[in-house]
Structure formats: structure tokens, C-alpha cells
């Protein structure tokens, strides 16, 4: 369904450049609607992030690394894509904050080094890291959740042809790079943090009109807020 949404997705904005180009004036297009996908993802509590984070890796530096790797990424809530861009000049060690440019929108998100990143970046006092590709990572990352608990039954579905398709399976089995975002978000609440706030770090945008024009954090509104919230973990 996903597929099929994606293409009449593309079409029916390739049809409105058209229309507003004045190639043609049929709106028939307008009627066709991108289906729904029943596709279910994953966010990890701050118990479970908890226990990825604690499991004993002394004799696993592959997994450890990963490991560090898949918390930078939860810490700071950034696509896999543009934690592999992290460098040293994007770190503002004095100011408790990371710049980096987001690939996907052209916002620009308020990241703050909270202390549990803090502590990761301990590891890596040259800010220097080497990522692994995505879908090494998603492999590793399945191992990490396995060797860490990660191991309770959960049903996931997906759609195909229009149809629900559930099965059960581990829940390491789900853990992927994009879990790590959606897990800064899930546990940024179980902590008490405004969702307003949380977009200012995600990135997120929102139409409601008081989020987007009257609920402005500064930076060093929102850098207290979650840094006193992450404290938590």
C-alpha cells in the first residue's frame, strides 16, 4: 500500500505543476487519494533504552560501537542520514549544543548535548566516528537488541494488496536505526517534555497555527528543558 501511495503521491504533483503551468485544467486527479499504511514501527520506553544501554559489551567492540552509535542517534534525534555527517566542527562543546544540517526539510533543529550524550561523547573525546552503512547498522542493531533482553513477543503488521497481514516476533527483530527517533520522542515525553519542545529538536513542523507562530523557545529554553528531562535516564 506504501508503494502505491508513494506513486500517486508523485503524480498527483507532477498533474499540479502541470495544471499551474496551464498544460491542462482537468481536476480529476485531485480525487485519487494516497491509501493508508497499516505498517507498524516501534519506539523503545526508557526501560528498554535503558537496557541497551547497560548490556556488557567488554568482549563485543563491533556491538559496543554500535551501541554508542544508536544512543548518539537517540540522544540527539537525528535520521540515520545525517548522523553519519556528524564532525567536530558541528559540536559547540561550550554552549551544550550540535549544528548539523538536516538533509530532508530545511529546518534547522535546536539539538542539545543532554548528559546522557555527554556521556557517550566521553568515548570519543576526537568527535571522529565511523558509521557503518544503514543496513549494517539495522543488522548489528538486531543483535545489540537480542544480547540485551530486547526478546518479548510483539505483533507487528503490515499491509500488502490491501490486506492485514500480522505476525509475531521478537521485538530485537524491529529494532532499526529509525527506532532511535522515534524512541527520543516516545521517552522525551515519558519524561514530561512539551511536545512543542520536542519538535524545536526533531525538526518536526506542525500546522497548528500556535506551535507554528507563537510557540518559539529560545535555544537555551529548549537546551534546560530537555537537558533537566534527559537527566532522568
Known amino acids: 500500500d506504501s508503494s502505491v501511495g508513494n506513486h500517486i503521491k508523485i503524480r498527483k504533483t507532477f498533474m499540479r505543476w502541470c495544471m499551474d503551468e ?23 520506553s526508557a526501560k528498554e533504552l535503558r537496557m541497551i544501554r547497560d548490556v556488557d559489551l567488554t568482549n563485543n567492540p563491533r556491538l559496543a560501537r554500535i551501541r554508542d552509535h544508536f544512543l548518539i542517534q537517540t540522544y540527539t534525534s537525528l535520521r540515520y542520514s ?28 535546536i539539538i542539545p548535548i543532554t548528559p546522557p550524550l555527554s556521556a557517550v561523547l566521553e568515548r570519543y573525546p576526537s568527535l571522529l566516528f565511523e558509521f557503518v552503512s544503514n543496513v549494517k547498522a539495522n543488522k548489528y542493531l538486531k543483535e545489540l537488541g537480542k ?5 518479548s513477543p510483539i505483533i507487528v503488521g503490515h499491509s500488502k494488496g490491501g490486506k492485514r497481514i500480522d505476525q509475531l516476533v521478537p521485538r530485537y527483530q524491529e529494532l532499526s536505526t529509525h527506532v532511535a527517533r522515534r524512541t527520543f520522542v516516545t521517552v522525551s515525553l515519558e519524561f514530561g517534555v512539551q511536545d ?35 537527566r532522568k535516564l
Open 147 to 151: 544480547l540485551a533482553g530486547l526478546v
Open 22 to 44: 496551464g498544460l491542462h485544467k482537468n481536476v480529476e486527479f485531485q480525487k485519487f487519494y494516497k491509501p493508508e499504511s497499516l505498517g507498524e514501527t516501534i519506539a523503545l
Open 82 to 109: 545525517d548522523l553519519v555527517k556528524l564532525e567536530p566542527k558541528h559540536f559547540d562543546l561550550v554552549n551544550g549544543f550540535i549544528h548539523v544540517p538536516i538533509t530532508k526539510t530545511d529546518v534547522r533543529p
Open 196 to 230: 512543542s519542545i520536542i519538535r524545536f529538536v526533531t525538526g518536526h513542523k506542525t500546522s497548528d497555527v500556535m506551535a507554528k507562530h507563537y510557540a518559539k523557545p529560545s535555544a537555551d529554553v529548549v537546551h534546560d528543558v530537555v537537558c533537566e528531562a534527559w
